[in-house]
């Protein structure tokens, strides 16, 4: 979890982007409001094969809630996705869609002080910062080895050609090393391809 998003911050966030002002909920237990924003990300978020790329529009659609212990934060987090083959190599884009339900404890809760630092999200100056969760979630929700298709053919062992543009006949003949003599004999053999009155 990040530096700014824990007790004792120096940086004074502002309800701009992933940072979600919670000052209008209030603390009485069961207080909901939503939310509809669409951020724009300046770095790219996920995998070195596929991620949120920069300068992509993320849609949350969440519901704030006032509990006991902190706000509880529901909803969906929509965002494109950009990546490249582990198969065929080639580049292709998808959406994905997180379904986001994080607890962000008061600063004086209960949770607050009986967890570690990185074992919950906590409110500062109640503000939440989505972008933790964010990025976790896009993290773990991603492939290691992103497909462009799920029955992507992947490149011609062969050739490296993709095999889904190579066609259904695409093939190699192998020849055996042991006869490859024989071959390069009766290529080169003189009236191979006679008659048998011609070879007479």
């Keep these: 979890m990040p530096a700014d998003s824990g007790p004792g911050s120096r940086r004074r966030p ?7 002002d919670t000052r209008s909920l209030g603390r009485k237990p069961g207080t909901m409001k939503t939310l509809q924003r669409a951020v724009t990300v300046p770095e790219a978020i996920g995998l070195d094969l596929i991620a949120i790329p920069a300068g992509a529009e993320v849609d949350l659609d969440l519901a704030l809630q006032s509990v006991s212990e902190g706000v509880l934060v529901t909803g969906s987090v929509t965002a494109p996705i950009a990546g490249e083959c582990s198969r065929c190599l080639e580049s292709f884009t998808d959406e994905i869609v997180l379904q986001v339900t994080e607890l962000f404890a008061y600063p004086d809760s209960a949770t607050e002080q009986t967890t570690e630092e990185d074992e ?5 100056d109640d503000m939440i910062d989505l972008e933790p969760v964010v990025t976790d979630m896009v993290g773990l929700e991603l492939p290691l080895q992103p497909l462009c298709a799920p029955d992507c053919a992947g490149l011609c062992p062969e050739c490296g050609v993709r095999m889904a543009i190579a066609g259904s006949d695409h093939g190699h003949e192998i020849l055996d090393p042991r006869w490859a003599g024989l071959a390069k004999f009766t290529a080169e053999s003189p009236g ?4 048998a009155a011609e070879l007479n």
């Design 14 to 20: 502002t309800d701009a982007g992933f940072v979600l």
């Design 120 to 124: 919950i999200y906590r409110l500062v």
């Design 192 to 195: 191979t391809g006679g008659t």
